[in-house]
């Protein structure tokens, strides 16, 4: 039904900045909320950022001030820009989005993208 697709992810080195976007596609007749969760070896999966229809973006204490969340409703697409990464961001992230399927317009259903892996290494 509705599909995400994410892209952007890499190694680099402590210090450095990498994009992340993610796609939404599908029977999709308005998404809420968007975003972009992380999973490190062995650890519990843990929200990094999310942002809502109008703009208004949460993150996780960990990546304040160095990540921002933003999305483009015309795109269906949501970014995160993570700038000064550390060894500590190393980790498979996910984007998830809320979405309201067409012809569904009462409930809402959570749809996530495969992953992509960011590493951070010197």
């Known amino acids: 039904q509705v599909q995400l697709v994410e892209s952007g992810g890499g190694l680099v080195q402590p210090g450095g900045s990498l994009r992340l976007s993610c796609a939404a596609s599908g029977s999709i007749f308005r998404i809420a909320a968007m975003g972009w969760y992380r999973q490190a070896p062995g650890q519990q999966r843990e929200s990094v950022a999310v942002?809502?229809?109008?703009?208004?973006?949460n993150y996780a204490d960990s990546v304040k001030g160095r990540f921002t969340i933003s999305r483009d409703n015309a795109k269906n697409t949501v970014y995160l820009q993570m700038n000064s990464l550390q060894i500590e961001d190393t980790a498979v992230y996910y984007c998830k989005a809320e979405v309201v399927l067409v012809g569904r317009r009462f409930e809402k259903y959570d749809f996530w993208g495969q992953g992509t892996q960011v590493t951070v290494s010197s």
């Open positions: 942002i809502n229809s109008g703009g208004s973006a």
